[in-house]
């Protein structure tokens, strides 16, 4: 939508402003949208919808890997481990 009406404004801000007030929306947070969809499209540098996700989910398999509860079990069943490795 904003895409739509951004040429019938001065800047992409004052669309923003305008639609933000029509459909009940914070006008930050339609900007956010906006720049998040203008880079998922690659207008806009930046990092992908796609990539954080894929980023998130390394870190929390870093995490996991890297918990104490993890290296723990890692320790107690070292063995047994690398057996079911090879």
Same mark, same amino acid.
Request: glycine content about 6%; hydrophobic content about 35%.
């Given at each position: 939508?904003?895409?739509?009406?951004?040429?019938?404004?001065? !800047?992409?801000?004052?669309?923003?402003?305008?639609?933000?007030?029509?459909?009940?929306?914070?006008?930050?947070?339609?900007?956010?949208?906006?720049?998040?969809?203008?880079?998922?499209?690659?207008?806009?540098?930046?990092?992908?919808?796609?990539?954080?996700?894929?980023?998130?989910?390394?870190?929390?398999?870093?995490?996991?890997?890297?918990?104490?509860?993890?290296?723990?079990?890692?320790?107690?069943?070292?063995?047994?481990?690398?057996?079911? !490795?090879?």
């Amino acid at each position: 939508m904003v895409q739509e009406h951004r040429g019938e404004y001065p !800047s992409l801000w004052l669309a923003v402003e305008w639609i933000a007030a029509r459909i009940g929306c914070v006008p930050h947070t339609l900007l956010t949208w906006v720049k998040c969809q203008e880079i998922d499209a690659g207008v806009r540098e930046g990092v992908t919808t796609s990539e954080a996700q894929r980023l998130k989910e390394l870190e929390r398999e870093n995490k996991e890997r890297n918990s104490p509860t993890s290296t723990r079990r890692r320790r107690l069943l070292g063995s047994d481990i690398d057996e079911v !490795s090879k």
